[in-house]
């Protein structure tokens, strides 16, 4: 992603792991340079995101957040996902196994 209404310097990524047929899910991942953090940059790039993926006919969308990251998790949320429960030991983050949140945004038109 870059920021377009700037210098088009790159701010971060964004992206999708798409699951087709039959399922027709798609897990929904990003990272922001820290220096862009808190400017609404990932709520309107993930806005952008989920509008193509609803658009092409995904029934659910997925994300998971590091348990205690709240930034990220309200992300999610403004987008319109929501807590669906948190995955024990699920991520190795510096030798240590630490919770992911597990949320989710179904499709209203499906």
């Known amino acids: 992603m870059r920021d377009v209404r700037d210098n088009g310097e790159p701010i971060g990524l964004f992206g999708c ?7 027709r899910q798609a897990e929904v991942g ?3 340079l820290h220096r862009h953090c808190g ?6 790039a993930l806005a952008a995101l989920c509008q193509f993926l609803l658009e092409a006919d995904f029934h659910k969308l997925k994300a ?3 348990e205690g990251n709240w930034a990220s998790r309200r992300i999610l949320e403004k ?8 995955l024990r030991d699920n991520y190795l983050l ?9 949320l989710g945004r179904l499709n209203p038109q499906k």
């Open 39 to 44: 400017q609404g940059y990932g709520s309107e």
């Open 94 to 102: 510096n030798g240590c196994w630490v919770n992911d949140w597990l």
């Open 64 to 66: 998971m957040v590091i």
């Open 30 to 32: 990003y990272m922001l």
């Open 79 to 86: 987008n319109g996902f929501q807590l669906e429960g948190t």
């Open 17 to 23: 792991s798409p699951e087709w047929e039959p399922y």
